[in-house]
């Protein structure tokens, strides 16, 4: 147990130096097990000897309108009888009656358990169709609804697993969509440009994209306030909004991308000047290490404000035989490179 859980432990912090957990990596591979239904002398007793008479009274349950008792038989059947046709038939009729009646909860298990369990022997685009509405009507998308049934966590899981059973159905760029967007609502951006990133590498042609894009630059600026101390970070996502420009470069929103990574870059110059700035304290660290300190900076960032008086600080901390550094040309303020 304790290897287990150092193996863990470490595969964790792999993961972690790429700014990405296990499970945001592993999401649509990670397998998600629905119980099997089974049978049980006391919850799940069939009211008949066989899975065609049970079948056959549940559905005149349902025909007498006893919507309730009839989802009831029906499940009775799935538990006591699962290997047979009647079960999938009743695990059909299950998922019908749960959407019909507007259980949004109780009509996705009963998709999700269809997909896991019975994947292969029914038509998959209308029961993929009702667990995407059933997962949508559950985040609150419909009707305006601001409020949600569930946790931000709980709204993911219900997308993954759709995807998980259904990788290649096409709709799942729009799912993914839908988890980076409950990503971002939760504040997890760096979870969110991940989600972003897989949809841009492996369905450029999506139709959605702009939205894609946008959403993805909007959570590279909100991370860069979260990282505004990593300078190394900050260059990533200064580099990730300038590739989106490039990317799609007709997209409406694209000035705004652009000053985004103008204020990214000016988070990094900020945070590199207080760095180089660090060394430059005689009592803990060498004039050299100061000097080389702030050439560094000035070579990365040639049109700083403080650029000017950093040269007069490297003329003082310069050794008398010479300059630290060569200032015959000063350089040219330029924008930064995406």
Same mark, same amino acid.
């Given at each position: 147990?304790?290897?287990?859980?150092?193996?863990?432990?470490?595969?964790?912090?792999?993961?972690? *130096?790429?700014?990405?957990?296990?499970?945001? #990596?592993?999401?649509?591979?990670?397998? =998600?097990?629905?119980?099997?239904?089974?049978?049980?002398?006391?919850?799940?007793?069939?009211?008949?000897?066989?899975?065609?008479?049970?079948?056959?009274?549940?559905?005149?349950?349902?025909?007498?309108?006893?919507?309730?008792?009839?989802?009831?038989?029906?499940?009775?059947?799935?538990?006591?009888?699962?290997?047979?046709?009647?079960?999938?038939?009743?695990?059909?009729?299950?998922?019908?009656?749960?959407?019909?009646?507007? @259980?949004?909860?109780?009509?996705?298990?009963?998709?999700?358990?269809?997909?896991?369990?019975?994947?292969?022997?029914?038509?998959?685009?209308?029961?993929?169709? &009702?667990?995407?509405?059933?997962?949508?009507?559950?985040?609150?998308?419909?009707?305006?609804?601001?409020?949600?049934?569930?946790?931000?966590?709980? #709204?993911?899981? @219900?997308?993954?697993?759709?995807?998980?059973?259904?990788?290649?159905?096409? *709709?799942?760029? &729009?799912?993914? +969509?839908?988890?980076?967007? +409950?990503?971002?609502?939760?504040?997890?951006?760096?979870?969110?440009?991940?989600? /972003?990133?897989?949809?841009?590498?492996?369905?450029?042609?999506?139709?959605? =994209?702009?939205?894609?894009? $946008?959403?993805?630059? *909007?959570? /590279?600026?909100?991370?860069?306030?979260?990282?505004?101390?990593?300078?190394?970070?900050?260059?990533?996502?200064?580099?990730? +909004?300038?590739?989106?420009?490039?990317?799609?470069?007709?997209?409406?929103?694209?000035?705004?991308?652009?000053?985004?990574?103008?204020?990214?870059?000016?988070?990094?110059?900020?945070?590199?000047? *207080? @760095?180089?700035?660090?060394?430059?304290?005689?009592?803990?660290?060498?004039?050299?290490?100061?000097?080389?300190?702030?050439?560094?900076? #000035?070579? &990365?960032?040639?049109? $700083?404000?403080?650029?000017? $008086?950093?040269?007069?600080? #490297?003329?003082?901390?310069?050794? $008398?035989?010479?300059?630290?550094?060569?200032?015959?040309?000063?350089?040219?303020?330029?924008?930064?490179?995406?």
């Amino acid at each position: 147990m304790v290897l287990c859980a150092a193996a863990a432990w470490g595969q964790y912090q792999d993961y972690s *130096r790429m700014g990405r957990t296990p499970a945001e #990596l592993l999401f649509l591979t990670d397998p =998600m097990e629905v119980e099997l239904k089974e049978p049980s002398w006391f919850w799940h007793s069939p009211k008949k000897g066989s899975p065609a008479e049970q079948l056959a009274y549940a559905q005149g349950l349902e025909r007498e309108g006893a919507r309730e008792k009839a989802v009831e038989a029906y499940d009775d059947l799935v538990h006591e009888w699962h290997a047979t046709p009647e079960a999938l038939a009743a695990q059909l009729a299950i998922a019908r009656l749960e959407s019909a009646a507007g @259980n949004a909860q109780a009509a996705y298990d009963a998709d999700i358990y269809l997909l896991a369990h019975f994947g292969g022997r029914f038509e998959l685009e209308p029961v993929l169709q &009702d667990a995407a509405a059933q997962a949508d009507f559950l985040a609150g998308r419909e009707l305006g609804r601001t409020f949600r049934l569930a946790s931000g966590k709980a #709204l993911r899981e @219900n997308y993954e697993r759709i995807i998980h059973f259904a990788p290649r159905w096409r *709709r799942v760029p &729009d799912l993914l +969509l839908r988890i980076a967007e +409950l990503y971002q609502e939760e504040g997890e951006f760096a979870s969110a440009i991940t989600v /972003c990133d897989r949809l841009i590498v492996d369905w450029p042609a999506y139709s959605g =994209m702009d939205e894609v894009v $946008a959403l993805y630059c *909007r959570a /590279c600026r909100r991370q860069a306030d979260v990282w505004r101390n990593d300078v190394g970070r900050l260059a990533h996502l200064e580099k990730l +909004l300038g590739g989106a420009c490039v990317f799609r470069p007709t997209h409406p929103e694209v000035a705004q991308f652009r000053q985004w990574m103008r204020e990214v870059y000016l988070l990094r110059r900020e945070r590199a000047y *207080r @760095n180089a700035a660090f060394y430059d304290n005689p009592s803990a660290y060498s004039p050299e290490a100061a000097a080389l300190a702030y050439q560094a900076f #000035l070579r &990365d960032f040639p049109d $700083a404000p403080q650029a000017d $008086a950093i040269r007069a600080r #490297l003329a003082a901390l310069a050794p $008398a035989e010479g300059a630290v550094e060569s200032r015959s040309a000063k350089p040219q303020p330029q924008e930064p490179t995406p």
